[in-house]
């Protein structure tokens, strides 16, 4: 079991602590499908979730929507015909926080279990 499975977020401040590149080296296994990318010198998470039609792609877009409102957390959600691009980073910090990378474990569960 992956050790983001029983983390919880926390607020964040513009101060608060962005990982490095080892802290991000070492959760990475625990978000497996999960994509770092660099846009704008910005570390973000980033992965493509399939579905089978428009109507699934925007339910699981809701159940993500109605994840990130718990938490007061939010990705970019790209919505497809068939496919959901989510985006985890924290904006305050222009980076990764644990946040991140626990919220990026979460909706692929939430995609797993079938939202």
Known sequence: MSQ???????ACSI???????DEIDSLMPDVQGWELIVDHDIKKLKRVFYTDNF????SFTNAIAE????VNHHPQIIVEYSSVTIVWWTHKIKGLHKNDFIMAYRSAVLFEKGF
Request: net charge negative; aromatic share 0%; with cysteine.
């Open 67 to 70: 994840l990130a409102e718990e």
């Open 55 to 58: 109507i699934e792609s925007m």
């Open 4 to 10: 983001l499975s029983n983390m919880k977020c926390e």
């Open 15 to 21: 101060n608060a602590h962005r990982l490095s590149a």
